[in-house]
Protein backbone atom coordinates (compact mmCIF):
# COMPACT_ATOMS: atom_id res chain seq x y z
CA UNK A 1 0.00 0.00 0.00
CA UNK A 2 1.34 3.62 -0.61
CA UNK A 3 -1.14 6.00 1.09
CA UNK A 4 -3.57 5.32 3.32
CA UNK A 5 -6.32 7.43 5.18
CA UNK A 6 -6.77 6.63 9.00
CA UNK A 7 -10.18 8.86 9.80
CA UNK A 8 -11.86 9.90 12.99
CA UNK A 9 -13.40 12.73 15.00
CA UNK A 10 -10.42 11.69 17.33
CA UNK A 11 -12.21 13.87 20.45
CA UNK A 12 -10.12 12.66 22.15
CA UNK A 13 -7.31 11.08 20.44
CA UNK A 14 -6.84 7.78 22.64
CA UNK A 15 -4.63 4.67 23.42
CA UNK A 16 -6.56 2.94 20.43
CA UNK A 17 -6.68 5.09 18.35
CA UNK A 18 -2.70 5.07 18.88
CA UNK A 19 -2.58 1.45 18.81
CA UNK A 20 -4.54 1.17 14.98
CA UNK A 21 -2.20 4.24 13.73
CA UNK A 22 0.81 2.49 14.71
CA UNK A 23 -0.32 -0.85 13.63
CA UNK A 24 -1.48 1.01 10.54
CA UNK A 25 1.78 2.66 9.34
CA UNK A 26 3.78 -0.28 9.36
CA UNK A 27 1.24 -1.11 6.25
CA UNK A 28 1.82 1.80 3.73
CA UNK A 29 4.12 4.21 2.75
CA UNK A 30 2.49 6.95 3.80
CA UNK A 31 -0.58 7.61 6.88
CA UNK A 32 -2.36 10.43 6.90
CA UNK A 33 -4.70 10.82 10.22
CA UNK A 34 -7.37 12.70 9.01
CA UNK A 35 -9.59 14.51 11.38
CA UNK A 36 -12.81 15.26 10.45
CA UNK A 37 -15.18 18.07 11.51
CA UNK A 38 -18.75 18.22 11.28
CA UNK A 39 -20.23 21.51 12.27
CA UNK A 40 -23.78 19.80 13.07
CA UNK A 41 -21.52 18.18 16.12
CA UNK A 42 -20.71 19.31 19.29
CA UNK A 43 -16.37 18.52 20.65
CA UNK A 44 -15.42 18.22 23.60
CA UNK A 45 -11.56 19.32 21.94
CA UNK A 46 -11.24 21.73 18.87
CA UNK A 47 -9.94 20.97 15.71
CA UNK A 48 -6.63 22.79 16.51
CA UNK A 49 -6.59 20.62 19.83
CA UNK A 50 -7.14 17.46 18.45
CA UNK A 51 -4.68 18.75 15.38
CA UNK A 52 -1.72 19.37 17.85
CA UNK A 53 -1.98 16.54 20.14
CA UNK A 54 -1.48 13.87 16.78
CA UNK A 55 0.81 15.45 15.24
CA UNK A 56 2.63 15.89 18.96
CA UNK A 57 2.53 12.11 18.92
CA UNK A 58 3.49 11.74 15.65
CA UNK A 59 6.41 14.82 14.79
CA UNK A 60 9.41 11.76 14.88
CA UNK A 61 7.29 9.75 11.98
CA UNK A 62 8.39 10.84 8.61
CA UNK A 63 5.98 8.48 6.90
CA UNK A 64 2.67 9.84 8.94
CA UNK A 65 0.92 13.42 8.59
CA UNK A 66 -2.04 14.88 9.98
CA UNK A 67 -4.71 16.40 8.14
CA UNK A 68 -8.30 17.43 8.81
CA UNK A 69 -11.52 17.37 6.31
CA UNK A 70 -15.46 18.39 6.57
CA UNK A 71 -16.80 16.44 3.71
CA UNK A 72 -17.13 12.93 3.46
CA UNK A 73 -14.01 10.53 3.95
CA UNK A 74 -14.48 8.75 0.55
CA UNK A 75 -14.15 12.20 -1.21
CA UNK A 76 -11.12 13.41 1.28
CA UNK A 77 -9.74 9.87 0.33
CA UNK A 78 -9.88 10.63 -3.35
CA UNK A 79 -8.37 14.39 -3.33
CA UNK A 80 -5.27 12.60 -1.36
CA UNK A 81 -5.19 9.62 -3.86
CA UNK A 82 -5.00 7.21 -1.22
CA UNK A 83 -5.45 3.66 -1.74
CA UNK A 84 -7.41 2.57 1.30
CA UNK A 85 -9.05 3.43 4.49
CA UNK A 86 -7.97 2.27 7.61
CA UNK A 87 -10.69 1.84 10.28
CA UNK A 88 -10.53 0.21 13.63
CA UNK A 89 -12.95 -2.48 15.09
CA UNK A 90 -13.80 -3.41 18.78
CA UNK A 91 -16.56 -5.41 18.67
CA UNK A 92 -19.14 -7.00 16.04
CA UNK A 93 -21.37 -3.35 16.09
CA UNK A 94 -18.47 -1.62 14.75
CA UNK A 95 -17.79 -4.42 12.44
CA UNK A 96 -21.03 -4.04 11.19
CA UNK A 97 -20.90 0.15 11.35
CA UNK A 98 -17.35 -0.16 9.18
CA UNK A 99 -18.96 -3.12 7.00
CA UNK A 100 -21.78 -0.84 5.69
CA UNK A 101 -19.47 2.24 5.27
CA UNK A 102 -16.36 0.17 3.50
CA UNK A 103 -19.37 -0.65 1.00
CA UNK A 104 -20.43 2.95 0.29
CA UNK A 105 -16.87 4.29 0.36
CA UNK A 106 -16.21 1.68 -2.43
CA UNK A 107 -19.11 2.40 -4.17
CA UNK A 108 -18.22 5.95 -4.33
CA UNK A 109 -14.92 6.08 -5.18
CA UNK A 110 -13.80 2.76 -5.58
CA UNK A 111 -11.05 3.05 -2.51
CA UNK A 112 -10.87 -0.34 -0.16
CA UNK A 113 -11.19 -0.64 3.42
CA UNK A 114 -8.97 -1.52 5.44
CA UNK A 115 -9.89 -3.00 9.27
CA UNK A 116 -7.32 -3.69 12.12
CA UNK A 117 -8.90 -5.23 14.93
CA UNK A 118 -8.79 -3.83 18.35
CA UNK A 119 -6.15 -5.41 20.69
CA UNK A 120 -7.25 -7.60 23.62
CA UNK A 121 -7.26 -5.14 26.71
CA UNK A 122 -8.19 -1.78 24.00
CA UNK A 123 -11.57 -3.47 23.14
CA UNK A 124 -13.18 -1.07 26.01
CA UNK A 125 -11.58 2.07 24.91
CA UNK A 126 -13.45 4.84 22.84
CA UNK A 127 -13.61 8.26 22.68
CA UNK A 128 -16.98 8.57 24.05
CA UNK A 129 -15.91 6.80 26.81
CA UNK A 130 -13.29 8.90 27.54
CA UNK A 131 -15.36 12.09 27.44
CA UNK A 132 -18.13 10.38 29.83
CA UNK A 133 -15.11 9.81 32.27
CA UNK A 134 -13.54 12.94 31.83
CA UNK A 135 -17.05 15.15 32.38
CA UNK A 136 -16.98 12.99 35.73
CA UNK A 137 -13.58 14.03 36.91
CA UNK A 138 -12.06 10.84 36.47
CA UNK A 139 -8.56 10.38 35.41
CA UNK A 140 -7.88 9.12 31.99
CA UNK A 141 -4.44 9.16 31.65
CA UNK A 142 -4.65 5.79 31.27
CA UNK A 143 -6.68 6.12 28.02
CA UNK A 144 -4.59 9.22 26.27
CA UNK A 145 -1.60 8.28 25.39
CA UNK A 146 1.60 10.27 25.64
CA UNK A 147 4.01 9.18 23.43
Known amino acids: MKTAIFAGSFDPFT ?3 KDIADRAKALCD ?3 IAIG ?3 RKQYMLSLDERVKVIRDLYKYDLNVRVETY ?3 TADFAQRMNADCII ?3 RSVKDFEYERE ?4 NFNL ?3 ETVILFARPGLECVSSTVVRELIHFGKDVSDYIPTK
Open 15 to 17: IGH
Open 30 to 32: ELI
Open 37 to 39: HNE
Open 70 to 72: DDL
Open 87 to 89: KGV
Open 101 to 104: QAEI
Open 109 to 111: TGI
